[in-house]
């Protein structure tokens, strides 16, 4: 085993229905990470944004590098309500939106959260950003918003655990 | 629950070098596949090139990359992916990277990301990023990773597939 057993599911979503939001909620505080892996298509060309534990004032900001497939380039989001975990990646209509985000010691309750995250579309770009949620609370609750559209039948959400012992 | 990221099979490249990775018979029971690489190649300063079920066709991808000195982003139809450690790199040492492959066995198009380095101690090395599609519905049951414009990977240049199950 690679990873010992210390990777564990805590939930999946395969979506059947078009939905606007997608949400992991009562998120067990005995692991150490987590680790979310999505597979998404749009209703239209859109971008995601993370809420978590359902805050959503300017509790925000993001850092990201990100290429166009012409342009390589930075952008950060300062207080913002709407963290985007892509800047150039889009969730498009072709099914080819994947991202893989990391949540390190997310159950602490002394230190702001940050997230990294590594967002990728063949056809618009790709990239890898930074997420600071300015709280000290445990992320118990994850959801991913759209600027605009809905996340298409059949996109994929899965949440792992990572146990450091 | 039980341990769901599990190594599905390895290979390292022995003396002689060879000119690709081959991973067959991929079982379709797992989420996810995740590939770790470190290469180097023996004669050039290549990319990786990445082939599922004995295609190279019908890939596109977007890349970022940083040199060192500039950053830059580009795309195209082919199935490139992050850069190898060239020959003319210092001894002994190998690039590295990562490919993620969500859904690997789905009905839908695939689309899989890919993160490499490659190091040197000279003046010039590569941190990339890309975002890949493969066009095609089929499920993956073959991975073959060589070099673009062919040639060897050296002697003790290794990759490790790696299963994801998300239940």
Known sequence: MAAGATYTPIATTTLASAQSQVDFTSISASYTDLVLVMNTKGSTTNYPFLQLNGATGTSYSTTTITGSGTTATSVRQSNTVNPYISSDAANTTGFEFNAILHFQNYSNTTTYKTVLVRANSASTGTGATVLMYRSTSAIDTITFKLNTGTYSIGSTFTLYGIVAA | ?167
């Open chain 2, 1 to 167: 629950m039980a341990n769901t990221f599990e190594l599905i099979a390895s290979s390292t490249v022995g003396s002689g070098g060879a000119s690709s990775i081959d991973f067959t018979s991929i079982p379709s029971t797992y989420t996810d596949l995740c590939l770790k690489v470190s290469t180097r190649h023996a004669t050039g300063s290549p990319y990786l090139a990445v082939a599922f079920n004995g295609s190279s066709a019908s890939f596109t991808y977007r890349y970022l990359e940083g040199s060192g000195a500039a950053a830059s982003s580009g795309n195209g139809s082919a199935n490139w992916s992050v850069a190898i450690n060239p020959s003319s790199a210092t001894a002994s040492i190998f690039s590295n990277g990562e490919i993620y492959i969500p859904n690997y066995a789905g009905s839908t198009n695939k689309s899989f990301s890919a993160d490499g380095v490659t190091e040197n101690n000279g003046t010039t090395a590569y941190a990339d990023l890309f975002a890949s599609l493969w066009s095609n519905t089929a499920a993956i049951n073959q991975i073959t990773l060589s070099a673009v414009g062919g040639g060897n990977f050296v002697q003790y240049s290794t990759a490790y597939l790696y299963g994801v199950k998300n239940a």
